[in-house]
């Protein structure tokens, strides 16, 4: 009797999400992981067989620095309190891209039947909705001078 590994076992369920999207060859590259595009947003999936979870995130806008920065990472630290306003994703900084992520993880076993589209479904909708809020609170943030210099150590 063989083992199924994490990724065999992920692979029939990102199957059938490439079939629901129309790429019948979803599949994931060496490092387990692959990046969709859906309505223009790019998503990357990375799957940790070790933890038998998914890994979902998108970059939503570009990290700010100086005195435009305060308004956006407290509106964005204000609805990552609880999941408030996330929908229990995480927004974070990525720093070795210097940009703005959204992401969320789910554990193997809550991706069965047609729960990964709906999952990915939700995730599109939460990015779209981030992007355009960062877009949002930076145009409403004037552009003034001051001592802050980011999040640039």
Same mark, same amino acid.
């Given at each position: 009797?063989?083992?199924?590994? *994490? /990724?065999?076992? &992920?692979?029939?369920?990102?199957?059938?999400?490439?079939?629901?999207?129309?790429?019948?060859?979803?599949?994931?590259?060496?490092? $387990?992981?692959?990046?969709? !595009?859906?309505? *223009?947003?790019? +998503?990357?999936?990375?799957? +940790?067989?070790?933890?038998?979870?998914? $890994?979902?995130?998108?970059?939503?806008?570009? @990290?700010?620095?100086?005195?435009?920065?305060?308004p956006l990472y407290a509106?964005?630290?204000?609805?990552?309190?609880?999941?408030?306003? /996330?929908?229990?994703?995480?927004?974070?900084?990525?720093? *070795?891209?210097?940009?703005?992520?959204?992401?969320?993880?789910? +554990?193997?076993?809550?991706?069965?039947?047609?729960?990964?589209?709906?999952?990915? !479904? &939700? +995730? @599109?909708?939460?990015?779209?909705?981030? !992007?355009?809020?960062?877009?949002?609170?930076?145009?409403? /943030?004037? !552009? $003034?001078? *001051?001592?802050?210099?980011?999040?640039?150590?």
């Amino acid at each position: 009797m063989t083992e199924t590994t *994490g /990724t065999n076992a &992920f692979s029939p369920i990102l199957a059938r999400l490439g079939e629901a999207i129309g790429i019948p060859d979803l599949a994931l590259d060496e490092d $387990a992981a692959c990046t969709l !595009e859906i309505d *223009g947003q790019l +998503f990357n999936l990375q799957w +940790f067989e070790e933890e038998r979870t998914l $890994a979902v995130y998108a970059v939503i806008g570009a @990290a700010e620095h100086g005195p435009r920065a305060l308004p956006l990472y407290a509106a964005l630290l204000e609805a990552n309190a609880l999941g408030r306003d /996330t929908g229990g994703l995480a927004l974070g900084l990525h720093p *070795g891209l210097d940009s703005l992520l959204l992401s969320g993880q789910v +554990f193997a076993g809550n991706l069965e039947g047609d729960a990964l589209y709906r999952y990915v !479904e &939700f +995730f @599109a909708d939460r990015a779209k909705h981030w !992007e355009e809020r960062v877009r949002e609170i930076l145009a409403q /943030t004037p !552009e $003034a001078p *001051g001592s802050f210099d980011g999040l640039r150590a």
